[in-house]
């Protein structure tokens, strides 16, 4: 009774009031403003739009890249401890309708799924022009290659890979204090 009675913070108005379409009459004492039908689903839509960026933002959610023509591998079922997770055999999307991707096989045999069962196929051509668009963008911002000594960059260890590094300080706690290591 009072959930039904008392206003929510999204739509500002009780849900016995959206309900019935009229002032809900209760114990507990209530303003006599009214607010019409078209604010409150402006204020719900504003609400959720508001929740959905912050799930896609904490999800890493992003827009799938596929579109027909492009090769794909399609997830498969668990066989055994040893089988993987994607089909090695390659299909090609006919068509794409929102999260829905119909997809064929070489042997013909068309399958429709959802788009999150679908993986793009990464051929060496495209390997090539993703390094050529990396090469192509570090020299559009003019971004110059990292120092170098004796042949190696700074920060790089013998097995050819840059090591990470943090940035060392005292802890918050003792900002305070003085430290005299005597």
């Known amino acids: ?19 019935y379409r009229r002032k809900y009459r209760t114990k ?9 039908e078209s ?13 959905k960026i912050y799930a896609d933002k904490k999800r890493n959610a ?13 997830k498969q079922d668990k066989k055994n401890k040893l089988s993987t997770f994607f089909n090695p055999e ?8 929102g999260n829905s991707v119909l997809v064929e096989a070489d042997t013909g045999v068309q399958y429709k799924r959802n ?15 993703e390094v050529n668009t990396q090469e192509s963008i570090l020299q559009e911002f003019s971004i110059s290659e990292p120092k170098r000594l004796n042949g190696r ?11 990470q590094s943090r940035t060392k300080r005292l802890p918050d706690k003792l900002i305070d204090y ?5």
């Open 115 to 129: 788009i999150t069962h679908l993986k793009k196929l990464i051929t060496p051509d495209a390997e090539e022009n």
């Open 39 to 51: 604010e409150v689903k402006d204020r719900d839509a504003e609400s959720k739009e508001k929740g």
């Open 62 to 74: 992003v827009e799938s890249n596929i579109q027909a023509g492009d090769k794909v591998l399609m």
């Open 178 to 182: 003085v430290v005299d290591c005597r």
């Open 153 to 163: 960059r700074l920060g790089e260890d013998e097995g050819g890979g840059v090591r």
């Open 90 to 97: 390659p299909f090609r999307v006919l068509q794409k309708n």
């Open 1 to 19: 009774m009072m959930y039904r009675s008392t206003p929510h913070t999204t739509t500002r108005v009780s849900p016995a009031e959206l309900l």
């Open 28 to 36: 507990h004492p209530q303003l006599g403003k009214s607010i019409s």
